[in-house]
């Protein structure tokens, strides 16, 4: 028996002689090499004890790493997920890009001009931030709004949806200022142009045969993105909304740096009331609203310096490099001239607001709320409401009446008219026009 022990193990000896010469002149296809080393080292752990007993194998078990899950890219229905997680690298989808005409054509390669735009890295991503935000928002809108919904239901889903994707629910003293909501979402019903929103309690239900302008702002850190579409359930009132957009378009594309708003305006004209639209047998003109007009934005300031008017006229001012404008049109087929009408719901603390002595105490409280939560942006009864104020009306009234705040009630064109609206922001850069909210839809 011990012979035979001897035998075997000069055997062994012999066999990873062999082994090793040929793993030293030779390389085993698909990685075999390895393989062996495994099958050795598996031979010492299994190789028979001083007695001759096998020994207990002992193999390691290897741990599989953990996989990293992979960032959301994809947006919820409702929008939930906050923007920067799906853009985790900060880079947010530029607006449609146009080149200037004319003589500012040089502008697309001037060296100076490229350098100018380049340092304005921080600006161009906030701004398109805050579009894709809108464009998110207003998306899962289109597909989900119908007619039964309430106004207020309507504007809450949006308003969420923003407070959600930008990070910013506005609820912490000073949030809304870095962030979310630039101001309330206007819900215009037919012969209404602008400025209404849903103040508490409203049940105002939204019908099959409406015309409706969903208007609504994101920012962020300042840098207000203001987009508007019109929604009709009805065909029959296709024509009147493809008015108002061409007259939109036109308007952006006429827009540029030394351009006069007249050129605009008349441009504008041209294009939206070339259109009629033929209602229940009766063909109406679609007439510009022309006391309502585009305008500047400026940092924490929807309503800027400058106006872009829809008609012709005689403004002369320029728009210059750097700016940025709502280029937004109305159209109606009634008189083409608004009026204030119905129950306020817009506010906003003006810029130059004075410094004047408040005798009601519930205005100097209001006022303490309005600076620390929305500074200049506008904000309506509903969002005093969400942060917890009630008993208010009396304060906002003499804010009001001191000039300190504005109030902006509802614009409406007669009754029994429709009117439509659609909007954009263009950014007049150094080196190109960016219509910075324009997406898929309009």
Known sequence: MAAKASEGLDKLKLDDTKKSNGGATGTAPNGADAEAEDSDDD??????????????????????????????KVQSSPPRVLLSNIFSDGKYPEGEIVEYRNENLFRTTNEEKRHLDRMNDDFLTEYRQGAEIHRQVRQ??????????????IAEGIEDGVRALSGHPGLEEGDNIKG?????TGLNINHCAAHY???????????HGDVMKIDFGVHINGRIVDSAWTVAFDPKYDKLLEAVRDGTNTG???????????????????????????????????????????HSIERYKIHGAKSVPIVKGGDQTKMEEGETFAIETFGSTGKGYVRDDMETSHYAKKMDAPNVSLRVSSARTLLNVINKNFGTLPFCRRYLDRLGQDKY?????????????????PVCDIKGSYTAQFEHTILLRPTVKEVISRGDDY
């Open 140 to 153: 899962w809108t289109q597909k989900n709004i119908k007619p039964g919904q309430t106004l207020t239901e």
């Open 393 to 409: 009306l009396l304060g906002l009234n003499n804010l009001v009446s001191s000039g300190i705040v504005e109030a902006y009630p």
């Open 197 to 207: 929103s849903p103040n508490a309690g409203n049940k105002t239900v939204l019908q």
């Open 180 to 184: 979310g909501v630039a101001f309330p």
């Open 252 to 294: 952006i594309r006429e827009a540029g740096i030394d351009v006069r708003m007249s050129d605009i305006g008349a441009a504008i004209q041209e294009a939206m009331e070339s259109y009629e639209v033929e209602l229940d047998g009766q063909t109406y003109p679609v007439k510009c609203i022309r006391n309502l007009n585009g």
């Open 43 to 72: 031979k010492d752990e299994d190789g028979p004890t001083e007695g001759g007993a096998p020994r207990a194998a002992k193999k390691k078990k290897k741990r599989k790493p953990k996989k990293k899950k992979a960032a959301v």
